[in-house]
């Protein structure tokens, strides 16, 4: 029970920042086990106002490629990790890294810098796996730092 109020309370909060994308996809994506690229690349360009609701997870992809901002070799289906994720993060949001971030540019460095600014809480190894319900409260957290203008 503690687990679908908490989804709920999510879901809610993030409907507002996503501006009327599907419900049901947005659901769907909440319910993922393991967060897909596409799932993700479907958020953090619909939080950012980058697609319209019309899109899919597919055409959100070819649009992280086209901004320069997309992971190479992965399919819209495959699942992504921590790292993968922030690293998503951090180019959307044109975050600025600390010093090795800034050199190398991998998922390594930008789950750091997203643990270090509080965008990830708990546990944050790169390599870990991220659900559907993690990966909304991530970017949810992003957009909230954002728009305060802390990230």
């Given at each position: 029970m503690k687990t679908i109020v908490m989804a709920t309370g999510l879901w809610l909060l993030m409907v507002a920042s996503l501006a009327g994308q599907s419900a049901a996809l947005i659901d769907e994506i909440l319910a993922?086990?393991?967060?897909t690229y596409g799932s993700a690349a479907y958020l953090l360009l619909g939080v950012t106002e980058q697609i319209t609701e019309e899109q899919t997870r597919a055409e959100a992809v070819e649009t992280l490629a086209d901004l320069d901002a997309g992971l190479r070799?992965?399919?819209?289906?495959?699942?992504?990790?921590?790292?993968?994720?922030?690293?998503?993060v951090m180019r959307v949001f044109e975050i600025e890294g600390?010093?090795?971030?800034?050199?190398?540019?991998?998922?390594?460095?930008?789950?750091?810098e997203l643990e270090f600014r509080r965008v990830i809480q708990g546990e944050a190894f790169p390599t870990m796996r991220v659900n559907g319900e993690r990966g909304l409260r991530i970017l949810n957290r992003a957009l909230a730092l954002r728009e305060e203008g802390r990230i």
């Open positions: 993922e086990d393991r967060l070799d992965l399919d819209v289906e495959d699942p992504i990790n921590l790292g993968e994720l922030s690293l998503l600390g010093l090795f971030y800034t050199i190398v540019q991998d998922g390594r460095y930008a789950a750091r």
